[in-house]
């Protein structure tokens, strides 16, 4: 036993810790390495540095981040922590659940887990070769799903990840369902054991875990009656099931020796409408929610007017596209109630994707209305890079955007979506950034955030520059070192 002699503190919230030198352990642990030490902490005053290793809380390895909160949401713990001299020390804590202010270098405490299926829509495989390594990667991390809000298959998990999930009651988890059909799951996602996965929901059903779903819908393959069948199937979980949203196949241009899938056109895009629709009117009959929903992109390929706001059940399925174009309408209306023209002048652009291009321009509309010492060019961009059937502003890259607006009239500013670039920087897909665009184009770029106000007061006045925004576009499903693409 090594000693380093008992020395007793109080923190700053009057929390007695304890902190002693002990043995070496004879089975070795790689444990958990800290990145940093918040100041004033708890950790700090017990003299937590960054290079430490924790390797156990209460007696037990830590598998990741949900263990080391689970363990450390308790009045009292004891950690030992291996020291960059190689000494570990015991640190008896009495806490009163406030967080310890320790970060580690890796913040899921483990490897991510890369998805075990060959789904016959997956956009990953249908990326052109050459890009950055984090762009090929597929995760399938049940865990994401609660840090990030990631839609998961249930193919890579174990009864024991079920196990964890009830017994620290995360929730809710996201589903990549599909269809309910096992068979065709199996066939959907190549995987055998597809199907049998499904079983997992009921568990988590029986345990009141709250969960949401996803379908990605591909015709012929699982619409019609097979949609049919997955929407009743699903609507047997509610309330634990709180929202299921059904988004159309994205294809590119890269799907050579890939399933043959094709795209929704106005016709079936319709049809699916309808059919949802008729569900929703069911369900929110028998539960007072309207459960299905159909993404803002079968809408617009339709032709037809967005749902009312009251039909998205609290925007709850925001992230996967389902919503976005109306509470944009919304915000944007909001933003506008109560301002009266200010009288300046300005021309400037917008881009965006063929896609949404038809609403903003309505929306811009509203806009100069209200401030006709506006001119707004709006210029929808042809996704070369993918393939024109990819007609969303979330995967346009630099180098088209740069190719269509060379010599067009672009004011003295032009306006682009966050969606268009990486999540907390300033990179397209392309690798192509910001600050090139801007040397290209001879013009400033301002990246605008999601919101309606957002929209209006960048039109108004040049956004402030307050850095890489962070964003969760459904086209980019992501990850802590990838985007993972379902739509």
Excluded at 102 to 126: A, H, K, P, V
Excluded at 373 to 379: E, I, Q
Excluded at 428 to 442: G, I, V
Excluded at 444 to 468: M, Q, T, W, Y
Aim: charged fraction near 30%.
């Amino acid at each position: 036993m090594i000693r380093k002699g008992e020395q007793r503190r109080r923190n700053r919230s009057g929390c007695g810790t304890e902190r002693k030198g002990i043995r070496f352990m004879s089975k070795e642990i790689t444990g958990h390495k800290i990145a940093s030490v918040d100041p004033g902490s708890i950790a700090e005053e017990l003299e937590l540095e960054p290079g430490d290793v924790l390797l156990t809380i209460n007696g037990q390895e830590l598998e990741d981040i949900f263990d080391y909160e689970y363990y450390v949401d308790s009045p009292s713990l004891l950690m030992v922590v291996r020291k960059a001299n190689g000494e570990e020390w015991e640190l008896d804590i009495e806490n009163e659940y406030e967080d310890l202010g320790i970060t580690f270098e890796n913040g899921l405490m483990s490897d991510y887990r890369s998805c075990s299926n060959q789904c016959i829509f997956c956009f990953i495989d249908q990326m052109p070769p050459g890009m950055r390594e984090t762009l090929y990667f597929k995760d399938d991390d049940s865990r994401l799903s609660f840090l990030q809000g990631n839609y998961i298959t249930l193919t890579n998990m174990k009864e024991k990840d079920i196990d964890r999930i009830i017994r620290f009651h995360l929730s809710p988890i996201n589903i990549s369902v599909h269809t309910t059909n096992p068979e065709l799951r199996c066939r959907m996602l190549h995987n055998r054991f597809a199907g049998k996965a499904l079983s997992m929901m009921d568990r988590l059903y029986e345990a009141g875990t709250p969960m949401n779903g996803q379908i990605v819908l591909c015709p012929g393959i699982n619409d019609g009656e097979e949609l049919e069948r997955t929407i009743g199937d699903l609507s047997r979980y509610i309330p634990c099931m709180e929202s299921l949203s059904v988004v159309p196949v994205g294809l590119t241009k890269y799907r050579e020796g890939l399933y043959p899938l094709e795209l929704f056109d106005q016709e079936t895009a319709g049809r699916a409408i309808d059919q949802i629709e008729r569900w929703q009117k069911k369900i929110y009959a028998e539960h007072g929610i309207h459960f299905v929903h159909a993404s803002d992109e079968f809408y617009l390929l339709a032709g037809r007017p967005l749902p009312e706001e009251e039909r998205y059940d609290g925007y709850i399925q925001l992230e996967n596209g389902v919503g976005m174009t109306r509470l944009l309408a919304e915000e944007i209306k909001a933003a506008l109630e109560d301002m009266e023209d200010d009288g300046k002048e300005e021309e400037i652009s917008i881009a965006t994707g063929l896609l949404p291009a038809a609403f903003i321009k309505e929306y811009i509309g509203w806009v100069t209305d209200r401030f006709p010492g506006r001119k707004v060019h709006l210029y929808p961009i042809v996704n070369e890079f993918f393939g024109e059937k990819i007609t969303v502003a979330g995967l346009l890259t630099g180098q088209d955007i740069l190719k269509q607006l060379k010599g067009k009239k672009l004011g003295s500013r032009l306006l682009l979506p966050v969606s268009c670039f990486r999540s907390g920087e300033e990179v397209f897909l392309d690798d192509m950034t910001r600050s090139e665009l801007e040397k290209a184009l001879q013009v400033p770029v301002n990246i605008v955030k999601s919101s309606g106000c957002d929209f209006v007061n960048a039109i108004l006045a040049p956004v402030e520059d307050e850095g890489p925004a962070e964003h969760s576009p459904y086209e980019l499903e992501k990850g802590n070192e990838s985007e993972s693409y379902d739509s």
